[in-house]
Protein backbone atom coordinates (compact mmCIF):
# COMPACT_ATOMS: atom_id res chain seq x y z
CA UNK A 1 0.00 0.00 0.00
CA UNK A 2 1.79 3.27 -1.32
CA UNK A 3 1.34 6.05 1.62
CA UNK A 4 1.35 8.51 -1.42
CA UNK A 5 -1.68 7.15 -3.34
CA UNK A 6 -3.30 6.14 0.40
CA UNK A 7 -3.19 10.45 1.11
CA UNK A 8 -3.83 10.99 -2.27
CA UNK A 9 -7.28 9.29 -1.99
CA UNK A 10 -8.33 9.78 1.37
CA UNK A 11 -9.91 6.80 1.56
CA UNK A 12 -13.08 6.82 4.28
CA UNK A 13 -13.71 3.78 6.98
CA UNK A 14 -16.22 1.66 5.09
CA UNK A 15 -17.70 0.67 8.49
CA UNK A 16 -18.42 4.06 9.29
CA UNK A 17 -19.82 4.92 5.53
CA UNK A 18 -22.91 2.04 5.98
CA UNK A 19 -23.86 4.61 8.49
CA UNK A 20 -23.47 7.68 5.44
CA UNK A 21 -20.61 8.80 7.91
CA UNK A 22 -17.66 9.58 5.62
CA UNK A 23 -14.57 9.70 8.56
CA UNK A 24 -10.62 9.14 6.75
CA UNK A 25 -8.66 6.50 7.94
CA UNK A 26 -5.29 6.67 9.13
CA UNK A 27 -2.21 4.24 8.85
CA UNK A 28 -1.88 3.11 12.74
CA UNK A 29 0.93 0.92 12.11
CA UNK A 30 3.47 0.16 10.19
CA UNK A 31 5.36 -3.11 10.32
CA UNK A 32 7.19 -3.72 7.43
CA UNK A 33 7.77 -0.89 4.51
CA UNK A 34 9.98 -0.77 1.84
CA UNK A 35 10.10 3.44 0.90
CA UNK A 36 6.89 4.28 0.36
CA UNK A 37 5.03 0.64 0.09
CA UNK A 38 3.63 -0.18 3.49
CA UNK A 39 4.15 -4.53 3.14
CA UNK A 40 2.30 -4.85 6.17
CA UNK A 41 0.40 -2.91 8.96
CA UNK A 42 -2.90 -2.03 10.38
CA UNK A 43 -5.17 1.32 8.92
CA UNK A 44 -7.61 2.67 11.68
CA UNK A 45 -10.56 4.55 11.90
CA UNK A 46 -10.48 7.32 14.60
CA UNK A 47 -13.93 7.05 14.89
CA UNK A 48 -16.02 3.81 15.42
CA UNK A 49 -12.38 2.29 16.45
CA UNK A 50 -12.28 -0.15 13.38
CA UNK A 51 -9.61 -1.83 12.38
CA UNK A 52 -8.39 -2.80 8.79
CA UNK A 53 -5.11 -4.98 8.13
CA UNK A 54 -2.54 -4.64 5.62
CA UNK A 55 -0.84 -7.98 4.24
CA UNK A 56 1.10 -8.54 1.98
CA UNK A 57 0.65 -4.79 0.48
CA UNK A 58 -2.89 -4.64 0.07
CA UNK A 59 -4.94 -3.07 2.83
CA UNK A 60 -8.48 -4.76 3.90
CA UNK A 61 -11.08 -2.13 3.29
CA UNK A 62 -14.29 -3.85 4.07
CA UNK A 63 -16.70 -3.26 5.99
CA UNK A 64 -17.19 -6.71 8.23
CA UNK A 65 -13.10 -7.52 8.42
CA UNK A 66 -13.75 -10.26 10.86
CA UNK A 67 -16.56 -11.81 8.27
CA UNK A 68 -14.37 -11.00 5.64
CA UNK A 69 -10.79 -12.88 7.36
CA UNK A 70 -12.84 -15.49 8.48
CA UNK A 71 -14.46 -16.45 5.04
CA UNK A 72 -10.81 -16.03 3.08
CA UNK A 73 -8.31 -17.43 5.71
CA UNK A 74 -7.06 -19.78 3.69
CA UNK A 75 -6.40 -17.71 0.56
CA UNK A 76 -5.02 -14.92 2.97
CA UNK A 77 -2.59 -17.37 4.53
CA UNK A 78 -1.73 -19.23 1.67
CA UNK A 79 1.91 -20.17 0.79
CA UNK A 80 2.95 -19.06 -2.40
CA UNK A 81 6.64 -20.87 -2.15
CA UNK A 82 5.88 -24.35 -2.61
CA UNK A 83 8.35 -25.73 -4.52
CA UNK A 84 6.36 -27.06 -7.75
CA UNK A 85 6.92 -31.16 -6.75
CA UNK A 86 5.88 -30.49 -3.59
CA UNK A 87 2.66 -28.69 -4.73
CA UNK A 88 2.03 -31.39 -7.39
CA UNK A 89 2.08 -33.98 -4.77
CA UNK A 90 -0.34 -31.41 -2.30
CA UNK A 91 -2.65 -31.07 -5.45
CA UNK A 92 -3.10 -34.71 -5.75
CA UNK A 93 -3.23 -35.36 -2.11
CA UNK A 94 -6.25 -32.78 -1.69
CA UNK A 95 -7.92 -34.05 -5.09
CA UNK A 96 -10.61 -32.48 -7.26
CA UNK A 97 -13.30 -30.05 -5.74
CA UNK A 98 -11.34 -28.67 -3.02
CA UNK A 99 -10.05 -25.26 -1.97
CA UNK A 100 -6.82 -25.51 -3.34
CA UNK A 101 -7.76 -27.08 -6.49
CA UNK A 102 -10.29 -23.89 -6.63
CA UNK A 103 -8.05 -21.59 -5.60
CA UNK A 104 -4.99 -23.33 -8.46
CA UNK A 105 -8.03 -23.15 -11.17
CA UNK A 106 -9.17 -19.98 -10.67
CA UNK A 107 -5.99 -18.75 -10.36
CA UNK A 108 -4.47 -20.66 -13.93
CA UNK A 109 -7.67 -18.97 -15.86
CA UNK A 110 -7.08 -15.17 -15.08
CA UNK A 111 -3.33 -14.94 -14.81
CA UNK A 112 -2.98 -16.85 -18.10
CA UNK A 113 -5.24 -14.26 -19.91
CA UNK A 114 -3.96 -11.50 -17.99
CA UNK A 115 -0.38 -11.97 -18.54
CA UNK A 116 0.26 -15.23 -20.67
CA UNK A 117 1.21 -13.61 -24.13
CA UNK A 118 4.59 -12.04 -21.89
CA UNK A 119 5.15 -15.97 -20.94
CA UNK A 120 8.01 -16.82 -23.49
CA UNK A 121 6.63 -20.45 -23.54
CA UNK A 122 3.79 -19.84 -23.96
CA UNK A 123 2.19 -21.59 -27.50
CA UNK A 124 0.11 -20.41 -29.60
CA UNK A 125 -1.83 -23.26 -31.01
CA UNK A 126 -2.70 -24.81 -27.90
CA UNK A 127 -5.73 -23.60 -24.86
CA UNK A 128 -8.41 -24.36 -27.55
CA UNK A 129 -7.89 -21.55 -29.97
CA UNK A 130 -8.00 -19.14 -27.13
CA UNK A 131 -5.15 -17.24 -26.85
CA UNK A 132 -4.27 -14.45 -23.91
CA UNK A 133 -4.66 -11.18 -23.68
CA UNK A 134 -8.23 -10.89 -24.11
CA UNK A 135 -8.90 -8.57 -20.78
CA UNK A 136 -6.28 -5.88 -22.35
CA UNK A 137 -8.32 -6.24 -25.72
CA UNK A 138 -11.44 -5.48 -24.23
CA UNK A 139 -10.12 -2.16 -22.01
CA UNK A 140 -9.22 -1.22 -25.50
CA UNK A 141 -12.50 -1.39 -26.85
CA UNK A 142 -14.10 0.32 -23.85
CA UNK A 143 -11.23 3.14 -23.50
CA UNK A 144 -12.16 3.72 -26.95
CA UNK A 145 -15.91 4.76 -25.71
CA UNK A 146 -13.97 7.37 -23.39
CA UNK A 147 -14.64 11.38 -23.05
CA UNK A 148 -11.34 13.09 -23.57
CA UNK A 149 -12.96 15.94 -21.46
CA UNK A 150 -12.90 13.94 -18.42
CA UNK A 151 -12.30 16.02 -14.79
CA UNK A 152 -9.45 15.62 -12.88
CA UNK A 153 -9.14 12.84 -10.63
CA UNK A 154 -8.03 9.02 -10.08
CA UNK A 155 -9.10 6.37 -12.05
CA UNK A 156 -10.83 3.43 -10.46
CA UNK A 157 -10.63 -0.52 -11.98
CA UNK A 158 -13.43 -2.55 -9.95
CA UNK A 159 -12.66 -6.42 -9.75
CA UNK A 160 -9.25 -6.11 -11.61
CA UNK A 161 -8.76 -9.63 -11.12
CA UNK A 162 -4.64 -10.18 -12.03
CA UNK A 163 -4.07 -6.84 -13.01
CA UNK A 164 -3.00 -6.26 -16.13
CA UNK A 165 -6.27 -3.47 -16.49
CA UNK A 166 -4.52 -1.70 -13.44
CA UNK A 167 -0.88 -1.63 -15.67
CA UNK A 168 -2.34 -0.79 -18.88
CA UNK A 169 -4.60 2.07 -17.45
CA UNK A 170 -1.68 3.67 -15.66
CA UNK A 171 0.66 3.22 -18.97
CA UNK A 172 -1.62 4.52 -20.95
CA UNK A 173 -2.10 8.20 -19.04
CA UNK A 174 -1.12 10.71 -16.20
CA UNK A 175 -3.69 9.05 -13.64
CA UNK A 176 -3.38 7.61 -10.80
CA UNK A 177 -5.09 4.98 -10.79
CA UNK A 178 -6.42 2.22 -8.02
CA UNK A 179 -7.48 -1.24 -9.03
CA UNK A 180 -9.88 -2.96 -6.26
CA UNK A 181 -10.82 -7.42 -5.86
CA UNK A 182 -12.53 -8.94 -3.24
CA UNK A 183 -10.63 -11.94 -3.78
CA UNK A 184 -7.50 -12.24 -2.05
CA UNK A 185 -5.60 -14.45 -4.37
CA UNK A 186 -6.22 -12.32 -7.44
CA UNK A 187 -5.37 -9.36 -5.62
CA UNK A 188 -1.97 -10.18 -4.40
CA UNK A 189 -1.08 -11.81 -7.54
CA UNK A 190 -2.17 -8.58 -9.53
CA UNK A 191 0.11 -6.40 -7.30
CA UNK A 192 2.85 -8.42 -7.93
CA UNK A 193 2.76 -8.27 -11.27
CA UNK A 194 1.08 -4.64 -12.26
CA UNK A 195 3.76 -3.18 -9.34
CA UNK A 196 6.00 -5.66 -9.01
CA UNK A 197 6.30 -7.23 -12.69
CA UNK A 198 6.60 -10.24 -11.92
CA UNK A 199 4.17 -13.37 -12.55
CA UNK A 200 4.88 -17.22 -10.71
CA UNK A 201 2.06 -19.17 -11.08
CA UNK A 202 0.40 -22.56 -11.74
CA UNK A 203 -0.25 -22.75 -15.46
CA UNK A 204 -3.17 -26.02 -15.36
CA UNK A 205 -2.48 -28.36 -18.23
CA UNK A 206 -5.32 -30.40 -17.49
CA UNK A 207 -6.87 -32.30 -14.61
CA UNK A 208 -4.68 -31.67 -11.65
CA UNK A 209 -1.72 -31.43 -13.64
CA UNK A 210 -0.17 -27.89 -13.59
CA UNK A 211 3.09 -26.03 -14.97
CA UNK A 212 4.64 -23.59 -12.59
CA UNK A 213 5.32 -20.41 -14.97
CA UNK A 214 7.72 -17.61 -13.99
CA UNK A 215 8.24 -14.37 -16.18
CA UNK A 216 8.60 -11.05 -15.90
CA UNK A 217 5.77 -8.48 -17.30
CA UNK A 218 5.66 -4.85 -18.15
CA UNK A 219 4.74 -2.83 -14.81
CA UNK A 220 2.66 -0.05 -13.92
CA UNK A 221 4.85 3.19 -14.08
CA UNK A 222 6.54 4.27 -10.55
CA UNK A 223 4.12 5.49 -8.40
CA UNK A 224 1.33 5.73 -10.17
CA UNK A 225 -1.14 2.64 -9.57
CA UNK A 226 -1.79 0.23 -6.35
CA UNK A 227 -4.10 -2.51 -5.52
CA UNK A 228 -6.49 -2.79 -2.84
CA UNK A 229 -8.96 -5.57 -1.68
CA UNK A 230 -12.09 -3.36 -1.20
CA UNK A 231 -15.91 -4.41 -1.93
CA UNK A 232 -17.84 -2.97 -4.34
CA UNK A 233 -20.90 -2.73 -3.05
CA UNK A 234 -19.45 -0.81 -0.10
CA UNK A 235 -16.38 1.00 -1.74
CA UNK A 236 -14.37 3.16 1.39
CA UNK A 237 -14.31 6.62 -0.49
CA UNK A 238 -16.00 10.05 -0.47
CA UNK A 239 -18.28 10.84 -2.68
CA UNK A 240 -17.33 11.94 -6.05
CA UNK A 241 -13.35 10.91 -5.94
CA UNK A 242 -12.83 9.27 -9.19
CA UNK A 243 -12.91 11.09 -12.59
CA UNK A 244 -13.37 6.97 -14.60
CA UNK A 245 -14.42 4.10 -13.09
CA UNK A 246 -13.88 1.31 -15.19
CA UNK A 247 -15.68 -2.76 -14.70
CA UNK A 248 -14.63 -5.53 -16.95
CA UNK A 249 -16.72 -8.48 -16.52
CA UNK A 250 -17.73 -7.66 -12.75
CA UNK A 251 -21.22 -6.32 -12.75
CA UNK A 252 -22.85 -10.05 -12.96
CA UNK A 253 -20.62 -11.28 -10.31
CA UNK A 254 -22.04 -9.07 -7.63
CA UNK A 255 -24.61 -10.14 -5.04
CA UNK A 256 -26.83 -6.70 -5.96
CA UNK A 257 -25.81 -5.67 -9.48
CA UNK A 258 -28.14 -2.39 -8.74
CA UNK A 259 -26.36 -1.31 -5.76
CA UNK A 260 -23.05 -2.14 -7.36
CA UNK A 261 -23.85 0.53 -10.05
CA UNK A 262 -25.01 3.10 -7.31
CA UNK A 263 -22.15 2.54 -5.20
CA UNK A 264 -20.19 3.48 -8.46
CA UNK A 265 -22.20 6.37 -9.21
CA UNK A 266 -21.39 7.81 -5.72
CA UNK A 267 -17.61 7.74 -6.25
CA UNK A 268 -17.61 9.33 -9.91
CA UNK A 269 -16.89 12.67 -10.23
CA UNK A 270 -19.36 15.48 -11.76
CA UNK A 271 -18.83 14.63 -15.48
CA UNK A 272 -16.73 11.46 -14.66
CA UNK A 273 -17.72 8.27 -16.44
CA UNK A 274 -18.32 4.61 -16.17
CA UNK A 275 -17.25 1.94 -18.67
CA UNK A 276 -18.47 -1.20 -18.14
CA UNK A 277 -18.44 -4.78 -20.17
CA UNK A 278 -20.74 -7.26 -18.90
CA UNK A 279 -21.39 -11.01 -20.67
CA UNK A 280 -24.61 -11.32 -18.33
CA UNK A 281 -23.40 -14.86 -17.07
CA UNK A 282 -25.26 -15.04 -14.12
CA UNK A 283 -25.56 -17.31 -11.15
CA UNK A 284 -28.03 -17.96 -8.32
CA UNK A 285 -24.45 -18.85 -6.10
CA UNK A 286 -23.58 -15.57 -6.66
CA UNK A 287 -26.62 -13.17 -7.10
CA UNK A 288 -30.08 -14.17 -6.38
CA UNK A 289 -32.32 -14.36 -8.93
CA UNK A 290 -34.31 -11.09 -8.54
CA UNK A 291 -31.17 -9.32 -8.44
CA UNK A 292 -30.22 -10.50 -12.20
CA UNK A 293 -30.43 -7.65 -14.74
CA UNK A 294 -31.64 -9.99 -17.31
CA UNK A 295 -31.84 -13.36 -17.77
CA UNK A 296 -35.16 -14.05 -16.30
CA UNK A 297 -38.93 -12.83 -16.60
CA UNK A 298 -39.03 -13.32 -20.03
CA UNK A 299 -42.86 -12.38 -19.92
CA UNK A 300 -42.33 -8.45 -19.11
CA UNK A 301 -41.50 -5.94 -21.28
CA UNK A 302 -38.12 -6.21 -21.26
CA UNK A 303 -38.59 -9.77 -22.66
CA UNK A 304 -35.47 -10.76 -19.99
CA UNK A 305 -33.26 -8.50 -22.26
CA UNK A 306 -30.36 -7.93 -19.81
CA UNK A 307 -29.15 -4.98 -22.23
CA UNK A 308 -32.28 -3.00 -22.24
CA UNK A 309 -32.49 -3.34 -18.27
CA UNK A 310 -28.95 -2.33 -17.87
CA UNK A 311 -30.04 0.70 -20.82
CA UNK A 312 -32.83 1.68 -17.82
CA UNK A 313 -30.81 1.51 -15.12
CA UNK A 314 -28.81 4.34 -16.73
CA UNK A 315 -31.40 6.64 -18.07
CA UNK A 316 -33.97 8.66 -16.78
CA UNK A 317 -36.93 6.89 -15.50
CA UNK A 318 -37.92 5.23 -12.09
CA UNK A 319 -35.10 2.45 -12.38
CA UNK A 320 -32.19 4.79 -12.75
CA UNK A 321 -29.37 4.09 -10.47
CA UNK A 322 -28.46 7.54 -9.52
CA UNK A 323 -27.05 9.80 -11.76
CA UNK A 324 -25.37 8.39 -14.91
CA UNK A 325 -26.98 8.77 -17.41
CA UNK A 326 -25.92 5.72 -20.66
CA UNK A 327 -24.09 7.65 -23.72
CA UNK A 328 -25.25 6.23 -27.09
CA UNK A 329 -22.26 4.09 -28.04
CA UNK A 330 -22.37 0.77 -27.27
CA UNK A 331 -20.25 -2.49 -28.21
CA UNK A 332 -19.44 -6.20 -28.11
CA UNK A 333 -16.85 -7.50 -26.95
CA UNK A 334 -15.39 -11.16 -27.50
CA UNK A 335 -13.57 -12.58 -24.41
CA UNK A 336 -12.79 -16.18 -23.30
CA UNK A 337 -12.14 -17.54 -19.69
CA UNK A 338 -8.94 -20.60 -20.60
CA UNK A 339 -9.71 -24.01 -18.48
CA UNK A 340 -7.02 -25.95 -19.28
CA UNK A 341 -5.49 -26.66 -22.89
CA UNK A 342 -8.53 -28.78 -24.41
CA UNK A 343 -10.97 -26.34 -22.72
CA UNK A 344 -12.43 -22.77 -22.54
CA UNK A 345 -15.55 -20.65 -22.19
CA UNK A 346 -16.20 -18.26 -24.77
CA UNK A 347 -18.26 -14.97 -24.39
CA UNK A 348 -19.56 -12.10 -25.44
CA UNK A 349 -19.65 -8.92 -23.19
CA UNK A 350 -21.84 -6.41 -23.65
CA UNK A 351 -19.86 -2.55 -23.46
CA UNK A 352 -21.80 0.41 -22.40
CA UNK A 353 -20.30 3.73 -21.25
CA UNK A 354 -22.26 6.23 -18.81
CA UNK A 355 -21.26 9.87 -17.82
CA UNK A 356 -22.41 11.35 -14.63
CA UNK A 357 -24.06 14.50 -14.99
Known amino acids: MFISIFNSLRPVCPNCRMRKEAIRLEVATVEEQQGDDVISGIVRCGNCGAEYPVIDGLPVLVPDVRRYIQDNLFYLLARTDLPPAVESLIGDASGPGSMFDSARQHLSSYVWDHWGEFDPDERAPENAGARPGAIARALRSVMAMAADDLPEGPVLDI ?44 RRRIGLT ?19 ICDILSLPFADETFALTVGLNVLDCLGDPRGGLIEMDRVIAKGGELLLAVPFDWSAAVTPVEGWIGGHS ?59 G
Open 159 to 202: GCGAGRSVRELAAGGERVVLGIDLGASLARTARRAAIGGQVDYG
Open 210 to 228: YDRRRFNVPQAPAGRADIW
Open 298 to 356: QRGPHRGSGEAILDHLLTDGPMAAGALRRKSSTAEIPWHVRLHERSCMHYQAYAIAARR
